[in-house]
């Protein structure tokens, strides 16, 4: 029993080994606490200051847009986080590089420059920085010719640059219908426009940033030079040039044109519907081109006329070929005769683009962008203008009016080359 009881006392504490491996154990559990807290109040320390250099990252870049250059200093809207202090600016108003340091660990100092945005801040200071100038300003913008729905750009190579962006578009706020695309090289071609009025310019790229724009240049579509008058008939017949031929609609229907667009074009009905141009042509003479989207119906009057002011030798005019259902040709009075193309057909019901040109050698018709070289005809003597008959949508002479619809009416003093017409044909009506 005594024996028992002498074992049962001597259990009562630890060893001293014991003791020494659960000190050890403690000690080491505390010291990857602390470590772990260290590390995590780095990181938490390090995240910090990134943050604030991305904020003043954007603040110069906001204070550039507004007055050209970049700052000298941090902006003073910029207020650092607790614990963080921020120095740095611009130099020569074209790059910048800002720091900031911890002052709860001083061990901590990150750098942010403008020559390499895109890495983001860095370990370090600015004083490890090459600082990148900005790019030059591209000069010597110029355009090639704009007929369909691209226009090719080329410029002079910017020092510095190491790409371009280019824009074009139908506003100088360029934001109308934009167009953009960005590569290395001096020329580029846009597409995706309507041919019309545009506006283009270049600026170049860089690692530390860009240039400014250059001077941007204004771009006029071939398919608008020449125009005397252009009906689009979309719900009136007024003349979209500066020209001021604006029509007069006389029974005619306003339809969905040949794009779809509500009121987009006039249905004629064959015995008194017409369009008045109010124009008699005066400057179509030695070359002309009329253009024209068609819908005839399947029953025509003798000679209707898609359009035309013809009569004793002179003018001009669009019509069937006596009782052919929409077999068609066209032709003009020279003062003592007519000149006369062959003839082409058109199908009923359906939308085609009819295309009449005139140049110094012949007379061409195309269909859908095509001519129809079998209604190809010489006829180097000038048109005779009419002096007494007004140019009409719809009739021409007489009685001979249109059974069918018609859209975007073109009227040129010029012959258009064979790529407008095709360009013409592809852009639709207006």
Known sequence: MN??????????????????????????LASISIISYGAWRHSAISAKVKNDLNGVAAAM????????????????????????????????????????????????????????????????????????????????????????NSVALSWSAASGAANYNTQCAYDLG???????????????TLSGLTPSTIYCRVQALNNAGSSGWSSSITITSSLLSGLVAWYP??????????NGNNGSINGAISIAGQNGQSNGAYSFNGSSNYID??????????SMTISAWIKPSSSQVQYANIW??????FGVYMEQNSTTVNQYAWGYGTGSGWFTTGTFNLTAGSWQHVVAV????YCRIYINGAEQTVSRVSCGTNIAPST???????????????????????????????????????????
């Open 61 to 148: 870049d906001s204070a550039r847009t507004f007055n050209n250059v970049y700052p000298s200093t941090v902006p003073s809207s910029i207020v650092p986080s607790p614990g963080v202090t921020l120095k740095g600016g611009s130099t020569d108003g074209t790059t910048y590089c800002v720091e900031a340091d911890s002052t709860e660990d001083t061990t901590i100092t990150y750098y942010l420059s403008s020559t390499n945005i895109s890495a983001g801040p860095q370990a370090g200071t600015c004083a490890s920085v090459v600082n990148v100038p900005l790019p030059a300003v591209p000069t010597n913008l110029a355009a090639g010719a704009f007929i369909s």
């Open 277 to 286: 141009s109010n124009t008699k042509l005066p400057s179509v003479t030695s």
């Open 388 to 430: 007494t008959t007004d140019f009409i949508i719809g009739q021409g002479f007489a009685a001979r009016y249109f059974n069918g619809a018609i859209d975007d009416v073109r009227i040129y003093n010029r012959a258009l080359s064979a790529s407008e017409v095709s360009a013409l044909y592809s852009q639709g009506a207006q």
């Open 233 to 242: 008939l979309n719900g009136s017949a007024n003349d979209a040039t500066s």
């Open 174 to 188: 360029f934001v109308n219908g934009l167009q953009q695309a960005t590569q290395s090289s001096t020329a580029v």
């Open 308 to 313: 035309g002011n013809h009569a004793n030798y």
């Open 358 to 361: 005139k140049d110094s050698q």
């Open 3 to 28: 024996t028992l009881k002498a074992r049962i006392s001597s259990r009562k504490g630890f060893t001293i080994v014991e003791l020494l491996v659960v000190i050890t154990i403690i000690g080491i």
